[in-house]
């Protein structure tokens, strides 16, 4: 069975540490190891889905010895069962508070109007309601009519509609 990692390996944080992240750029890389480390593996570097599908970690087992010996030489602190697993978050994410969950999903608490109260308090409430799903709406004006909207091409100024 496949296993998606969603930041990805161990080995895309090492290259993208050592801005070898692109297929080419690791290629030379690995060409250069292999050379000096395992001459049999001498052009035959990963293809490029391959490769891409090792930093994602869309893998099933381990890459095979010949590759497996050349990371390892590549990357001698750390062995190949460690740069096939999941790597660490690009961005720390703090959890939210309960209070901020709340502030999101549900809508604010605004008093009801009073039977005597009038129009103005029910405009307020409506304000603030409308307020908070336009914040929270994944829906936008120029999703709802989007005849009434243009947007213009970059630099060319020929206008289009969406």
């Not at 690995?30 to 930093?55: I, N, S, T």
Request: net charge positive.
């Amino acid at each position: 069975m496949t296993r998606r990692l969603g930041d990805g390996t161990v080995l895309k944080a090492m290259l993208r540490a050592r801005h070898m992240q692109t297929h080419s750029v690791f290629t030379r890389e690995y060409e250069k190891v292999a050379a000096e480390h395992e001459p049999d593996m001498v052009g035959r570097a990963p293809k490029k889905a391959q490769f891409y599908r090792w930093l994602s970690g869309d893998v099933k087992d381990l890459p095979y010895p010949g590759h497996c010996r050349v990371l390892e030489a590549m990357f001698p602190a750390v062995t190949v069962e460690e740069l096939f697993a999941t790597g660490p978050r690009r961005t720390a994410r703090r959890q939210p508070s309960a209070n901020r969950i709340n502030a999101l999903t549900k809508p604010p608490a605004i008093p009801r109007p009073t039977e005597d109260g009038g129009q103005d308090e029910k405009a307020a409430r409506m304000r603030a309601l409308m307020s908070w799903v336009d914040a929270h709406s994944p829906l936008k004006e120029a999703d709802i009519h989007p005849e009434h909207y243009r947007s213009y091409s970059r630099g060319r100024g020929v206008e289009r509609s969406r």
